[in-house]
């Protein structure tokens, strides 16, 4: 099975376990084209039975010389294929001659999923660096910044989640202390992610956590604080027209998916991806489920901001500038 997900320009800031997200080498400073692409970005679709689809996670550039300036730093994709078993295809990108493999257009056939493109902050061009990760059969993307690291790895150690992290990430350990909360709770998934992002809402210094979190049945997606936008369509068959495939285009998003025009769909995105009316904001502190029937559950368990927020001025340059807005 070739493997892709819905394509996106999405992005993430690591940091370097034990630091505050210090700069890394030749990173950069500032967005030179103005167009906001360096700027995390997220992307899950919950198709609730599996659907064909093909995607790109990268549009072709016009110009090479143009494009080198943001070039992104890894792209990736997970979904749960039609046996339920996760699989994931991801590649660090060192230079623009590297996106082949995001710019390829991709078939593949799932029940929900999760892509994701990097524009780092911090941390090599390493597959341990890309998004998705899994980890106890579960995929999982994020989008933000989080500081406190130290504190962190000593919460995974005593929860014995340590060894889940193999490389260098804000995003992955996020996950594994999710993890961690959830083999607490025996399992409860929706309950280890209150548990974890609530700890890390009173402990961390947190800048943005944005998250999507697909099993081969449900999906979750958290807004955390009001940082950046994070938007999901409860798409019925064929759209608002009542007739239309899943038809996709953004600046660096292109899906289609002929099967969603008879079968209804949730799309969670950064943006939105189409002229739908039916997108809504999710509020600061609002965390989805969507369960297996497509049924969307809607909670608040934290406070809308976290009892350390960061903002802008205090992450280095590099971390800044992967966070901009578009």
Sequence with gaps: MTLCSLS???????????????????????????????MCRLFGLQAGKPVDAEFWLLEAPDSLAA???????????GTFGPDGR????????????DTDFARAARHLRGTTFVAHVRYA???AHTMANTHPFLQD???FAHNGVVQGLPDLDRRLAELGTADLVHGETDSERVFA??????????????????DAIGWIAVELPVFALNLVLITATDQWALRYPDTHELYVLDRPAGGSSGSGALEAHTARISARSPHLAVQPSVVIASEKIDDDPAWRLLDAGELLHIGPSLRISSSTPFPPEPRHPLRESDLDPAA?????PS
């Excluded at 494009?67 to 994709?77: E, K, L, T």
């Excluded at 996760?86 to 990108?93: D, F, G, L, R, W």
């Excluded at 800044?320 to 901009?324: C, E, G, L, R």
């Design 67 to 77: 494009q080198s300036h943001r070039n992104p730093d890894g792209a990736g994709i």
């Design 320 to 324: 800044a500038a992967s966070q901009h």
């Design 86 to 97: 996760p699989e994931v295809s991801k590649q660090p990108i060192a230079a623009w001659r």
């Design 137 to 139: 059969g579960r995929l």
């Design 8 to 38: 996106c320009r999405f992005a993430v800031s690591g940091t370097v376990a034990g630091q505050p997200a210090p700069a890394a080498r030749g990173a950069r400073s500032a967005d030179p084209s103005g167009s906001g692409l360096w």
């Design 177 to 194: 202390l999710i993890t961690g909360e959830t083999r607490r709770r025996a399992g409860d998934l929706h309950r280890g992610i209150v």
């Design 121 to 123: 902050s911090t941390g």
